[in-house]
């Protein structure tokens, strides 16, 4: 569907997905369905790599015709290198390029200016640019590589986030993925084939909302929440939430419009969503590394865990520190202690505070 719809406020079918699980879940099934879909609809050339610097971001965009999708395993890892002190500039730039392609889906991306443009390839200039990615990563890896600084620029809130810690037991080998049902590769030939490029750009469908005094009302609902928010994180990920549903509501219509089931599932998917993702930023995002370690034990403790369970667990921590962050959660009131009776001799065990 790029290049194809719009709203009536012109956003555009571009997402950030990320999806967060642990090892095992079944993350790279995901990204081998949509590879077997992209060869199904002759859709290969859409298939964008990591990319290894901003500039490269921007060239394989442009290169796939202005619009593609990045799959990004172990996503943590990705923000880690981005993050390091000794990370090069245009590697900490791909972020910031992320964002802006973010917000000219409707517009033109400007290219950056070198000292010698012919040299450089020349300013890459993109008409309504539009970048999918779909991430993946698993919980510890990503919100140990987030920052104070990515939750309050709206970087984080730009993307929708899906975090889940279903683990099924029942193997799943021998299972071959097969191929796409025909109802959804005939839906995706038949957008591919809608061509709207224009001597100027494009011309798109605009989708209007059948009831756009619903979508208006939250707008005003997204706007009281960060009135009201007692933080910063939520101020930001509201400010996106009317965007998101909207963005939603428009790659799920079916006709002439959007049609008021189709925005009331939007607004129930962002609400979750954007309300998921706040509070587990809040609930991992460290100021300092003391923090994030002691953020990062509470995430390891189950409830009844005894401390030879938690000291293999925490490997990373030398004895003292991890003392010194076990007492400083009891005395918080963010873990219980409970001395127990076994077989001989009493034990304590830790739980997290319900």
């Known amino acids: 569907m790029a290049h194809k719809v719009a709203t ?27 590879s077997r879909l992209f060869a199904q609809t002759n859709l290969a050339d859409a298939s964008l790599g990591d990319p290894a610097s901003a500039v490269a971001v921007i060239n394989a965009i442009k290169r796939a015709g202005g619009r593609g999708l990045m799959m990004i395993d172990e996503f943590g890892r990705f923000l880690e ?5 000794n990370a090069a500039s245009h590697v900490k730039m791909i972020t910031t390029n992320f964002m802006y392609l973010y917000n000219t889906a409707g517009d033109t991306f400007t290219g950056q200016e070198y000292a010698n443009n012919d040299m450089a390839g020349g300013r890459s200039d993109i008409v309504n640019p539009c970048l999918g990615v779909y991430a993946t990563s698993v919980p510890s890896r990503f919100y140990g590589a987030l920052s104070t600084e990515d939750a309050f620029d709206g970087f984080l809130s730009r993307w929708l986030v899906f975090e889940t810690t279903r683990f099924d037991l029942d193997p799943v080998m021998g299972r071959s993925i097969g191929e796409a049902p025909a109802i959804l590769t005939d839906e995706i030939m038949w957008w591919n084939q809608q061509s709207t490029r224009t001597l100027t750009g494009y011309d798109l469908r605009v989708i209007p909302f059948k009831s756009p005094a619903l979508y208006y009302a939250y707008i005003r ?6 009135r009201d928010a007692e933080t910063p994180v939520e101020k930001a990920f509201w400010n996106r939430g009317a965007e998101h549903a909207a963005k939603l509501a428009l790659v799920a219509h ?20 954007t309300q998921a993702m706040i509070n587990n930023i809040m609930a991992n995002l460290a100021e300092n590394s003391y923090e994030a370690d002691l953020k990062r034990v509470l995430r390891a403790i189950t409830p009844g865990m005894s401390k030879n369970e938690i000291t293999r667990k925490t490997q990373w921590l030398d004895r003292r520190r991890r003392q010194d962050i076990l007492d400083n959660l009891i005395e918080s009131g963010m873990l219980h202690a409970e001395r127990v009776e076994g077989e001989g001799r009493a034990s304590t065990v830790y739980s997290p505070a319900s």
């Open 8 to 34: 009536e406020t012109n956003l555009r079918t571009n997402f950030y997905t990320l999806g967060i699980a642990e090892s095992g879940a079944g993350k790279e099934h995901a990204r081998r369905c949509i």
């Open 81 to 85: 290198s981005m993050r390091g002190k």
């Open 221 to 226: 609902d997204c706007r009281a929440r960060m």
């Open 254 to 273: 079916v006709g002439e419009n959007i049609d008021d089931a189709t925005l009331d599932w939007a607004i129930t998917l962002t609400n979750a969503q």
